[in-house]
């Protein structure tokens, strides 16, 4: 049997992920956008998302849209805290010192989750039923539908919130231009503040997104921050449609990979292709605002 | 040629000037000016205090945890080199150290290759990949750099994990022999001490006449400047995978020790884990000390042997102590200590001379 007849299906299992990845890149250029800021525990808040859920359903009893609701929001309180007692005490330090802040974050919050909610990976039921649906014979499960559906009503939402109201114009702002933003009068630690909430809340749904379809479990977090970051760097770094763009691409070349060789290779495909895009065009697809393409 | 003829090449000078450009790396360079204060009484302190020390602590877990405290050592010693002093990040040697005990242990189990023909195996092995990896990937910076070597680090992982054939896959390679030279075999931890702690030295040795020879100078020019460093006719883009193809094989040799003493290879050991804890050894040491490095490593992986006593909140409280002294010895503990320390040194002796003075 040749590999080719897998080829449809596999596609739908890669936009499904592309999706996911999408929301994580989004979650890393957020933050970028507003501080310079590389943030490693963006994948935690991902895992925390799903784990979160499952403990609020399990655990403290809730109904699982008040459980999805309360998770989302408890997850970017810990994002609040994250911008707060790590990185807002480092804001004179290198972006080398951040980094590893960020990182020994991303160590505390997994293994904190391991202790509290246990090393089992979790699941939770699908949004609206097992039953895979059956378009020109590929077998798509609902959730993917609900993935695909949540992920561009949040980007519609987003796109709202920085163009129709102050807060969001204002982190615009101090994005594209700092130094005139702080003219403006916008206070540049107020909006990575609030960066690094948003980037928590998007992690978050993306957590309780894929948790039906994947088990989640207290390290997964690491692995899907990394393909997030890949992601960005691949469409371009710093740039919203850039961070979609590459977490589709990425999403549907790792799923694309596993007809071709052998699935234990499939996290080093992603590994791969940013050592390639990294060398080749550093600016990734649609360009970068950040990387100056003489430079490099 | 006529035969007979003495020639004034003989084959077994290779061999000796080999040995002499060995000892060469680790013998201060006499053309170098050195002044008297370069050997300072504190080597000195510090190579007698790690002769005596297996001696006032005469226990076998104090031995072991030193043990892996060299090894450490060894590694973050070798990214000083490249983090400290060039100024550049990575997150991926974990993967040379993997390479060099890969290297070590398939070589002497499979190929019945003797430790220390394997030792230097390691150190060529970690070159080479070095050397392949880093040409093209030198050219990032800042963060870049940090996740196309991360990236690097978990491209080996999967690859180790799948060649089952060569590497064992998940589980690793078993009963790696004790590493031995010219017969003697390192078996005991006490033994394995001196065997790690000794090819530290000789590597310090080595990276201290590499920051005062002209390399080391460039590396600091290119921290500081690659545009000022390029200007003044440093060949930025050779430096840097210099001084990483050097960093690498320290590595490699780390790996290779790791390998002899510990007696196994599996790929949970080279995760992202330890190059996050080698670089947070070079940050919390000092960036651009050679000293601080050692120093960090034996304080981590105490901590590390401490906290392990505690079970299953040993890493989250790792993690809150790296953020907590990231958050307050940005600059490294050693440096900021060490500053306090001098001064209130200085403070004492004045105090005492003042008092002496008032009498």
């Not at chain 2, 000016?33 to 104090?62: S, T, V």
């Not at chain 2, 974990?94 to 070589?107: K, V």
């Not at chain 2, 150190?123 to 050397?131: D, G």
């Not at chain 2, 790791?258 to 050991?269: E, K, R």
Request: proline fraction near 4%; charge should be positive.
């Amino acid at each position: 049997m040749t590999p080719w007849v897998y080829i449809p299906q596999l596609l739908a299992t890669g936009i499904t992920m592309g999706a996911i990845y999408a929301l994580v890149a989004l979650g890393f250029v957020t933050i970028v956008r507003a501080s310079q800021i590389l943030n490693f525990a963006q994948g935690e808040f991902v895992m925390l998302g799903g784990v979160l859920t499952f403990f609020f359903i399990t655990g403290a009893g809730f109904s699982y849209p008040v459980a999805a609701l309360v998770a989302v929001i408890s997850v970017v309180i810990i994002g609040f805290l994250l911008h707060l007692l790590v990185v807002y005490p480092l804001r004179k330090a290198s972006a080398l010192i951040v980094l590893m802040a960020t990182l020994g974050a991303s160590i505390v919050l997994s293994n904190t989750s391991a202790l509290l909610f246990g090393t089992l990976p979790k699941t939770l039921p699908s949004f609206s039923g097992e039953q895979p649906l059956e378009i020109g014979g590929v077998l798509i499960a609902p959730q993917s539908l609900w993935v695909l559906g949540a992920t561009f009503f949040l980007l519609l939402v987003l796109h709202l919130l920085a163009r129709r109201t102050l807060l969001g114009k204002a982190m615009e702002a101090s994005s594209t231009d700092p130094l005139g933003a702080d003219l403006a009068g916008i206070s540049r630690n107020l909006m990575v503040f609030f960066a690094f909430g948003v980037s928590a809340g998007m992690g978050s749904i993306a957590g309780v997104l894929v948790t039906p379809l994947f088990y989640t479990s207290y390290s997964a977090g690491t692995l899907l921050g990394l393909k997030g970051f890949i992601a960005a760097v691949l469409g371009g770094w710093g740039k919203n449609s850039g961070a979609i763009l590459g977490g589709f691409a990425l999403g549907i070349v790792e799923s694309l990979s596993v007809a071709f060789i052998p699935a234990g290779y499939k996290d080093g495909v992603a590994f791969v292709i940013l050592l390639l895009i990294l060398y080749f065009r550093p600016k990734g697809i649609l360009g970068s605002p950040f990387i100056d393409s003489r430079r490099w | 040629m006529v035969k007979g003829h003495q020639s004034e090449f003989r084959k077994r000078d290779l061999l000796y000037t080999g040995g002499l450009w060995l000892i060469s790396l680790i013998l201060p360079d006499p053309h170098l000016p050195y002044r008297k204060e370069l050997i300072k009484k504190r080597d000195f302190l510090y190579l007698g205090a790690l002769l005596l020390l297996p001696l006032i602590f005469p226990n076998p877990h104090f031995y072991y945890v030193m043990v892996l405290a060299g090894i450490y050592a060894v590694l973050s010693v070798g990214l000083s080199l490249f983090l400290g002093y060039a100024g550049q990040i990575s997150l991926g040697h974990a993967a040379f150290f993997g390479i060099g005990a890969y290297t070590t242990a398939i070589l002497t189990t499979q190929y019945g290759v003797t430790s220390v023909g394997a030792f230097g195996m390691a150190a060529a092995a970690a070159t080479a990949a070095a050397y392949l990896i880093g040409k093209p990937i030198l050219k990032l910076k800042g963060y870049f750099l940090a996740l196309a070597t991360l990236g690097f680090g978990e491209i080996f992982l999967v690859m180790v994990r799948e060649a089952r054939g060569l590497t064992g896959g998940v589980s690793g390679i078993f009963g790696v022999p004790w590493f031995s030279a010219a017969g003697f075999t390192f078996d005991t931890s006490l033994k394995q001490y001196y065997l790690v702690w000794g090819v530290l030295i000789g590597l310090v040795l080595f990276a201290k006449n590499l920051v005062r020879s002209k390399m080391g100078r460039a590396l600091l020019a290119v921290a500081a400047s690659e545009d000022a460093a390029a200007s003044v006719g440093i060949n930025v883009a050779r430096v840097k995978l210099g001084v990483f193809v050097i960093s690498a094989a320290f590595a490699g040799l780390a790996g290779s020790l790791f390998a002899g003493v510990m007696s196994t290879a599996s790929p949970d050991a080279f995760g992202l884990g330890l190059s996050v804890l080698i670089v947070m050894m070079v940050i919390i040491g000092g960036m651009g000390t050679l000293y601080g490095p050692i120093f960090a490593a034996i304080f981590l992986t105490w901590l590390m042997d401490v906290l392990g006593g505690y079970q299953e909140y040993s890493l989250p409280l790792f993690g809150v102590v790296f953020i907590l002294l990231l958050i307050f010895f940005p600059d490294g503990v050693g440096t900021r200590l060490n500053a306090r320390l001098i001064y209130l040194i200085s403070y004492w002796g004045r105090k005492r001379r003042r008092e002496r003075v008032d009498r």
